[in-house]
């Protein structure tokens, strides 16, 4: 049984960093991609990024791009997301998602979730 664990949310101010990990478990992850997704209250869950576990290809969401790097550590089956500059807008709960094959920015593609971490950035 796959299970995802998303740690590493928390309150910060605007301009600061945060590191999300995504402890994953129950299957050998090779042929998998990893999502990042979040959602804010009363927003649909979006995509932030994603990143193959075989070739390490990454993608981002436009509002993140060069805020955020998503990175994986295959021995720990752990994937990160740095995040950094952050922003009142990034405040949201960020959920960890795997599927298997290449990236898709899609959330109905995704099979396996997480149950969230919160992220809150002040102003």
């Known amino acids: 049984q796959v299970q995802l664990v998303e740690s590493g949310g928390g309150l910060v101010q605007a301009g600061g960093s945060l590191r999300l990990s995504c402890a994953a478990s129950g299957r050998t992850f090779s042929s998998y991609a990893m999502g990042w997704f979040r959602q804010a209250p009363g927003k649909e869950r979006e995509f932030v990024a994603a990143i193959t576990w075989s070739g390490g290809s990454t993608y981002y969401a436009d509002s993140v791009k060069g805020r955020f790097t998503i990175s994986g550590d295959n021995a720990k089956n752990t994937v990160y997301l740095q995040m950094n500059s952050l922003k009142p807008e990034d405040t949201a709960v960020y959920y960890c998602?795997?599927?298997?094959?290449?990236?898709?920015?899609?959330?109905?593609?995704?099979?396996?979730w997480g149950q969230g971490t919160q992220v809150t950035v002040s102003s």
């Open positions: 998602a795997a599927m298997i094959g290449k990236i898709v920015v899609v959330r109905s593609s995704y099979d396996y």
